[in-house]
């Protein structure tokens, strides 16, 4: 499995060969779930550094995922309550630490919701 992610790593991320390390540090794997009573629009997480990944429905077949380069943020669309889990894989330069993981933010047509943090 892991050398399937390596694989895939080197393949789409842009990352920085370097005597054999890649340059990223963090990888990020956010699950986005809607607890509320209707319907979220526009939902976008925000990285507080830049990131390369993907994003992924949990309940949908779809093509695979597109591959997302440099950004800060990872649009989601609509955010169905209920099960409709939204999954981000992003990997960063950065180290995922506590401090980076405390400025993330996530947002949507009415305002901005709320993250919980778990290791």
């Not at 629009?41 to 597109?66: I, K, T, W, Y």
């Amino acid at each position: 499995m892991l050398s399937r992610v390596a694989n895939f790593a080197n393949e789409k991320a842009p990352a920085i060969l370097h005597t054999s390390d890649f340059a990223f540090k963090g990888y990020w794997r956010v699950a986005v779930r809607n607890k509320g009573a209707k319907s979220a629009s526009s939902v976008v997480l925000h990285l507080p550094v830049p990131a390369s990944g993907n994003v992924v429905r949990s309940h949908v077949d779809q093509a695979p995922p597109a591959w997302l380069e440099n950004v800060r943020a990872f649009a989601l669309g609509n955010v169905q309550f209920g099960d409709d889990d939204v999954i981000v894989q992003a990997w960063t330069i950065a180290p995922a630490t506590a401090d980076v993981a405390q400025k993330l933010t996530l947002t949507h047509d009415v305002g901005s919701g709320r993250l919980r943090i778990s290791h």
